[in-house]
């Protein structure tokens, strides 16, 4: 028996160790994982770089309070800034802190101007933020609020793509709207250019802030190291964090010099974040994916997938009814629920991972090539053949 409780519903597969975009289970399998650990192993299993980091970094320092510099956050945050629309940054461990430290920036800016009641955040109704009281109740999903009330409020809720809505939700007490670039465990839905546009300019009007949650589709997974970037929006907060830590829990909220200003000395803090370990390795990754090679390779490699998913889906229109995505954070949308396809990529041993609207999500590690995806386009297409 298992003493771990029962809030997953875990897949009987375990694994002995990683190298790249394999997985090798504990009973002897090669498993292409085009999951890695759900857009977190950037750089795929024990990237060479990143283990040297961490052994060098591990000898000489792991952890010290937030009450003492920590050069390597420094280091870091100046990269992240200098990279981006960002003029500071705060560490976390994860995405929900993150996204949970917007909020908490958001709100913070309106009381430090003298608007308190401004402090409401308008989100898309079942979007994902993360698991704490907060980000649940911002996602505005039965599935994931149920039977831990009492509500957390103020939050309100649009459906997504619903302008209209989006509009009349606006109230003087809205402080920010808060949406995910691309939606990610909501399936794979991207908030086109044109849109964030608007967004921004709406914001503009109505003097509220613009928070966009890259936790999973930022950090290259794009193909631009923020997804938001092509579209020259520049957003007033970004929770970001999966990515960053390429397999190690680091999360940060990013944030412009206005909305900074209310956050003065004691207004948060984090134990953990931003500690010496955690910064090291998010020092080697970010040099990695930030150069604009090897951003370039991944939008080529998007590119190379999707015609190939697509050139599949047109064979099989029946069973695949849209693919969609950008960079490598792909979604294929069966007609059907996908857990059998799921299972059945599995069992010609390639893992991926669900997402909502029967959504099959691929997430390939950054630097995943080519010969690996052409390996997940045979089984993919395998499956399509075999599945009734
Ligand atoms: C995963 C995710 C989170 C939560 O991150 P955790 O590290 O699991 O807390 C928040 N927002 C988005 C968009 C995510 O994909």
Known sequence: M???AKNYNRKKLSFKFGKGSYLYSTNNIKYLDFVQGIAVNSLGHSHPKLVKTIKHQS??????????????????????????????????????EATEAAIKVARRYFYSIGKPNKN???????SFHGRTLAAIFASGSKKMTEGFGPKVTGFDHFNF?????????????????????????????????WCLKELRTLCNKKKILLILDEVQCGIG??????????SKVKPDIVPIAKGIG??????????????????????????????????SVGNTVMDIISNKKF????????????????????????????????????????????????KKLIDNRLLTIRAAENVVRILPPLNVKKNEIDLAIKIIERVCLHIK
């Open 161 to 193: 793509g619903d302008h209209n809505s989006l509009k009349k939700k606006i109230n003087k007490n809205t402080a920010a709207i808060m949406v995910e670039t691309i939606m990610g465990e909501g399936g794979i839905k991207v908030i086109p250019d």
């Open 59 to 96: 000898k000489k320092l792991w952890h010290v309070s937030n009450a003492f510099q920590i050069p390597e956050g420094e280091k870091l945050a100046k990269k992240l800034c200098q990279k981006t629309f960002a003029n500071y940054v705060i560490f976390q461990n994860s995405g929900t």
């Open 221 to 230: 997974r794009s193909g631009d190291f923020f997804a938001f970037e092509k």
């Open 295 to 342: 951003l370039n390779n991944v939008k080529s490699l998007s590119k190379y997938f999707l015609i190939k998913l697509n050139k599949i889906q047109k064979k099989y229109p029946n069973i695949i009814k849209q693919v969609r995505g950008k960079g490598l954070l792909i979604g294929i949308q069966l007609y059907k629920d996908q857990t059998e396809f799921i």
């Open 120 to 126: 409401r955040i308008l989100c898309i109704k079942n």
């Open 246 to 279: 390429g397999g190690f829990p680091i999360g940060a909220v990013l944030m412009n010099k206005k909305v900074a200003s209310g956050m003065i000395p004691g207004t948060h803090g984090s134990t953990f974040g931003g500690n010496p370990l955690a910064m």
């Open 2 to 4: 298992s003493y771990l």
